[in-house]
């Protein structure tokens, strides 16, 4: 669920880089470069953020039940 907002909030900052650029960029040449330096921002940005969602809940989990992992405290 958290992953899901996330990737919405990503895709509205990055929605808003995309529409910054066709606004104020007018040279087609530039502007698409632009555009693809975005898109790679959205992709590299989504798994950073999926990954560090995953490593937090695992440490979530040992510390709140460090019997499920065999830890003991």
Same mark, same amino acid.
């Given at each position: &669920?958290?992953?899901?907002? %996330?990737? #919405?909030? #990503?895709?509205? #900052?990055?929605?808003?880089? $995309?529409?910054? @650029?066709? /606004? ?5 040449? =530039? %502007? !698409? *470069? &632009?555009?693809?330096?975005? !898109?790679?921002?959205? !992709?590299? /940005?989504? %798994?950073? @953020? %999926?990954? =560090? #969602?995953?490593?937090? /809940? !695992? ?5 709140? =039940? *460090?019997?499920?992992?065999?830890? $003991? @405290?």
């Amino acid at each position: &669920m958290i992953k899901t907002f %996330a990737n #919405i909030t #990503i895709d509205h #900052i990055q929605d808003g880089k $995309k529409q910054f @650029v066709s /606004t104020f960029v007018r040279h087609k040449d =530039l %502007a !698409e *470069p &632009m555009n693809t330096f975005v !898109e790679k921002q959205r !992709e590299y /940005t989504k %798994a950073f @953020v %999926a990954s =560090l #969602i995953d490593a937090v /809940t !695992e440490i979530v989990y040992v510390v709140v =039940l *460090p019997s499920t992992y065999n830890i $003991k @405290v």
